[in-house]
């Protein structure tokens, strides 16, 4: 799913995303792996907002995604930050055209996670993997199985303030591992609310699965984390997986 009339409204309803603790782990895994690294490749970079906060760190930052309407809001945001990022639109399964390769490839906020099927995530990996230096790291994360079968499946979330009010379902999906959330969502239009629905599919994988598909890819998985904590595993109830993987010579 591309996040299209979504994507106008994204930033507000993720007011509270802990974005600071994503770029906190992308900093402290690229200061224990790759010290050096300045030039940052962030695939699925949505409305920029980890791309932006990371290029005010002084790092070379190029971000992608496939949405050109979170693009555009991207963009929005970039010419308000007084800082230098390259939004473009690409596939991540399909990433080239780029001049020189990165020190470091991120893929934040479960984007791996809308990919349908484990050749598109293959496929992605090797992407990656032709835009890294040697050595270079690639770091992302996703929904563990936890996550998908005892938070998301059955759930409803709603989201209200005085401008926009969000309904969100989650339903299993007929593929394993897998939800569909069906969101509606209302947007104050001078004195009428506006409704949207967006239907959006995640899928993913045992830590298993996803590091044999790194190794097939060339990588070398150097660490997997839970929640955020660079210095602890996984545990069987962490809700988000992060993988370090580097790529070998």
């Given at each position: 799913m591309i996040y299209q009339g979504?994507?106008?409204?994204?930033?507000?309803?993720?007011?509270?995303?802990?974005?600071?603790?994503?770029?906190?782990?992308?900093?402290?895994?690229?200061?224990?792996?790759?010290?050096?690294?300045?030039?940052?490749?962030?695939?699925?970079?949505?409305?920029?907002?980890?791309?932006?906060?990371?290029?005010?760190?002084?790092?070379?930052?190029?971000?992608?995604?496939?949405?050109?309407?979170?693009?555009?809001?991207?963009?929005?945001?970039l010419n308000e930050s007084k800082v230098a990022v390259l939004f473009l639109q690409q596939d991540m399964r399909e990433l080239d055209g780029f001049v020189e390769q990165f020190?470091?490839?991120?893929?934040?906020?479960?984007?791996?996670?809308?990919?349908?099927?484990?050749?598109?995530?293959?496929?992605?990996?090797?992407?990656?993997?032709?835009?890294?230096?040697?050595?270079?790291?690639?770091?992302?994360?996703?929904?563990?199985?936890?996550?998908?079968?005892n938070i998301f499946v059955g759930a409803t979330f709603t989201d209200q303030d005085e401008d926009v009010s969000l309904i969100w379902n989650s339903y299993a999906a007929e593929e394993s591992n897998s939800v569909e959330h069906d969101m509606s969502f209302f947007v104050k239009r001078d004195d009428l609310y506006e409704r949207y629905d967006e239907l959006h599919y995640q899928r993913t994988y045992t830590i298993e699965e996803y590091?044999?598909?790194?190794?097939?890819?060339?990588?070398?998985?150097?660490?997997?984390?839970?929640d955020f904590r660079f210095d602890e595993s996984p545990s069987s109830t962490s809700e988000r997986l992060f993988f370090i993987a580097r790529k070998k010579e």
């Open positions: 979504f994507a106008y409204i994204y930033d507000q309803l993720m007011k509270d995303a802990p974005y600071e603790e994503w770029v906190t782990f992308i900093n402290e895994s690229i200061s224990t792996y790759s010290p050096q690294a300045k030039k940052i490749l962030d695939v699925g970079c949505g409305t920029g907002e980890i791309a932006i906060r990371l290029a005010k760190q002084q790092l070379d930052v190029t971000g992608v995604d496939l949405s050109e309407d979170m693009l555009t809001v991207a963009q929005s945001k020190d470091v490839v991120t893929i934040c906020c479960d984007s791996l996670n809308y990919l349908e099927t484990n050749d598109d995530v293959q496929a992605t990996f090797h992407a990656v993997y032709n835009q890294l230096k040697t050595r270079g790291l690639f770091i992302f994360d996703v929904h563990s199985i936890h996550k998908i079968h590091t044999s598909w790194l190794e097939a890819a060339s990588f070398e998985v150097v660490k997997v984390c839970g």
